[in-house]
């Protein structure tokens, strides 16, 4: 099949799913000029001569059956063709029309005949029995209806039912939103909207809300979400519904920081305040003033976070509001960690395992998000580790593909710090290279890209940084501008540029240094120091972290080693260059050995040079000839027989035949899957499929595959 579909450039597997490997089928479908998802005229009017020579009980039966996509149910059968279905069913799958699955459902042999019936019936008659088999379903009992709901949405929608759809839409999104399956719960909100025309203005306003939100986490399409939030208040407003208006802006608010527009980011959440205080105090002013807590810690602003902070969950508290409590504990608990205050790890901890418990899967990824970014900040990467692993798998496994995205830009960063460039820059292209993605989204991967090519002296680092700068300023967040113009000043002291490195530290020592983190603040210093500059950097608030102190204050070989017990291979080298007198040469000798393995290329020709100047070139390594080789690792740290299960996993094969392939030992290889699934955090295969849709670099290269007679991994 793989070999007839490669010319033609369709899917192979898709082709089979659709003939059944029918060779009628195969090759008209293949030899056809129909655009995709029609049927060639030569397979329809093949399928209609066949149905011509039925009789007028077998056609009803398929042309009944048609209307449900896959297997249609015993019992589904007889509700809709009475009691000729079990003598008509018989009759069709005796001319093998139709078959059986191994739960008795019936369905056609060919999903291209079912279409090509489907397309024989009339518009109105297919209305007509899209609505009996919607009836028939929900004559179900009420335990089985959840299951049911997505087809009661689709079979009320195909005939048109707007009423129906109304009614049943909003459920199924509800049902599909509490599994984790946001994109399904926009979907079918998506759905009900088709007929907003015929709802009430309440109906009509909570539908605009209820997609606007599901479309906010699993979709790319901002423009439409916040008009439907503007929607959703202005009838609010009209209906007399202030109290529901307060969500709406708070929403809107992430949606706008989401976007990089701080301004009305902040607006809308003055507003929800303003709103909300004009009410008897409800669950929608803690969450208004929760909001504001968000906003003040992501601007550094941690005193007034931790305020406001507060007092929503005073509030949250007082009302028995979970879900309040869980939102403003992160923004408390992020403020106190960055602040280096104590209790904030105690409060991350708290609303991770809240929202974990409660099923509020936005929160749940949020408090990752946070947790995540405070341990890759104070260099705890164990932690870092395993929150990143776990957060972008719950995000994957739950629709929330921006956040996910995020994570990952926090993911190619830690990889970044702990000297590991070639991953790191993987990671990042890989989030660069998604469309439609909001821009703070997006701005951790871009500002790792830059740092990564800065280091590896690709010719585009610089550019790269200066735009993530631009997109930073926008924002008026810190961490979007600290880390980046310190790395513009790394990049200019390691070309010696005197002048653009004193651009950038004047402009990092004009901001309130008050709300700097110690460990942003701590390379800033380390950075004044060694550029030179003339002016002294005003004291800290807070306490520098020791490396940083240790270079400061005289000892760069205790900043190296601590560096070194840390897990940053490059800053260990940095901290090298910086040592001074009789310990210089070897102290370069390392630190050129450390740049050369990281393939940091402009550090190693600065150390060189240093090393020139004060003639203890001698000392130093022989330099390296030719290109430098990328030592390319796994990004989750998957082993080279890890990889190749992997590509069998993706290929569909199962343990026994993974076993046979690579010649190993049945346990063996279940060991080897196990151990796949624990470093994708994914509770099975698919879940494993599902990172890699969004994570293609996560899939084994061409030099680790399985030496199975050079066969593409499809073909197997």
């Known amino acids: ?44 009017d093949a399928v209609w001569a066949r149905l011509s020579r039925l009789t007028a009980g077998e056609r009803k039966a398929l042309e009944v059956i048609s209307i449900v996509p896959g297997g249609v149910e015993p019992w589904l059968v007889r509700a809709l063709l009475g009691v000729e279905a079990d003598t008509l069913l018989d009759q069709c799958l005796a001319r093998g029309l139709l078959r059986r699955d191994g739960q008795g459902a019936v369905m056609f042999r060919h999903e291209l005949a079912r279409q090509a019936t489907l397309e024989r019936l009339p518009p109105s008659l297919q209305r007509s029995l899209h609505s009996i088999v919607e009836a028939a379903i929900s004559q179900l009992v009420t335990t089985k209806a959840p299951a049911l709901l997505v087809r009661r949405v689709h079979h009320a929608a195909s005939a048109e039912d707007g009423a129906r759809v109304l009614e049943l839409a909003p459920q199924a999104a509800a049902h599909a939103a509490h599994l984790g399956a946001h ?83 902040e607006d809308c959440a003055d507003q929800a305040v303003c709103e909300m205080e004009r009410l008897p105090p409800g669950p929608e002013l803690a969450m ?66 809240l929202a974990l418990e409660h099923g509020f899967h936005d929160h749940a990824v949020r408090a990752y998000t946070n947790f995540a970014e405070c341990a890759v900040l104070s260099k705890d990467f ?93 924002t008026g967040e810190l961490q979007r501008i600290v880390p980046v113009r310190l790395a513009l000043a790394e990049g200019a002291w390691l070309h010696e540029d005197h002048n653009a490195c004193t651009e950038q530290l004047t402009a990092l020592a004009s901001i309130d240094l008050d709300r700097y983190r110690s460990w942003d603040f701590g390379e800033l210093a380390v950075w004044w120091q060694r550029c030179g500059m003339a002016m002294p950097l005003p004291a800290p608030s807070a306490q520098i972290p020791l490396p940083h102190s240790a270079e400061l204050h005289g000892g760069p070989l205790a900043a190296a080693k601590e560096w070194d017990r840390l897990g940053l291979p490059y800053d260990s080298a940095l901290a090298l260059m910086q040592v001074r007198g ?25 150390a060189r040079k240093q090393a020139q100047r004060w003639g203890v070139a001698r000392q130093l390594p022989k330099a390296r000839r030719g290109p430098y080789g990328a030592a390319r690792r796994h990004p989750l740290g998957l082993t080279r027989h890890e990889q190749q299960v992997l590509a069998l996993i993706v290929a569909g094969k199962s343990n026994k035949e993974a076993a046979h392939l690579l010649s190993r030992s049945p346990r063996t290889i279940e060991h080897q899957v196990s151990a796949v699934l624990s470093k994708f955090s994914a509770a099975s295969r698919m879940e494993v499929l599902l990172r890699l849709r969004g994570e293609p670099w996560l899939l084994p290269t061409e030099d680790v595959l399985p030496p199975w007679k050079d066969r593409p991994v499809s073909e197997v």
């Open 1 to 44: 099949m793989a070999a007839l579909t490669e010319p033609s450039g369709r899917c192979a597997d898709d082709l089979y799913r659709i003939t059944e490997g029918n060779p009628f089928f195969v090759t008209e479908l293949l030899a056809s000029e129909t655009e995709p998802g029609r049927i060639p005229h030569s397979i329809r």
């Open 183 to 265: 994109r399904d719960a926009a979907s079918h909100l998506a759905t009900a909207l088709r007929y907003v025309a015929q709802a009430t203005p309440e109906q009509a306003a909570q539908l605009y809300e209820d997609w606007a939100y599901e479309a906010g986490l699993a979709l790319d399409v901002y423009e439409p979400v916040i008009e439907a939030h503007h929607r959703a208040i202005d009838i609010w407003r009209e209906l007399g519904r202030i109290e529901k208006i307060g969500p709406n802006l708070c929403r809107l608010s992430r949606l706008y920081w989401r976007r990089g527009e701080g301004k009305a980011a």
């Open 288 to 353: 208004a003033y929760s909001t504001r807590s968000q906003l003040h810690m992501l601007h550094y602003r941690f005193d007034e976070a931790i305020e406001w902070g507060l007092r929503a969950i005073a509030l949250a508290d007082q009302l028995g509001q979970i879900e309040t409590r869980v939102h403003a504990l992160n923004n408390v608990g992020t403020a106190l960690l960055f602040s280096d205050r104590p209790g904030g790890r105690d409060r991350l901890e708290e609303t991770l395992a």
């Open 382 to 474: 164990v932690l870092a580790e395993r929150l990143l692993a776990e957060g972008i798998a719950f995000a994957t496994r739950h629709d929330l593909d921006t956040a996910a995205q995020y994570l990952l830009g926090r993911q190619a960063e830690l990889r970044m710090e702990q000297g590991r460039f070639r991953e790191a820059e993987t990671i990042a292209q890989g989030v660069m290279n998604l469309e439609r993605l909001p821009m703070v989204m997006h701005l951790p991967a871009l500002t790792v890209l830059g740092r990564v090519h800065m280091r590896l002296g690709e010719p585009d680092g610089m550019a790269v940084l200066l735009n993530a700068l631009q997109e930073g300023l926008a």
């Open 582 to 606: 009789a310990d210089a040469g070897p102290a370069l000798a390392r630190a050129v050995t450390i740049f050369e393995s990281l393939e940091a290329r402009p550090a190693a020709a600065l």
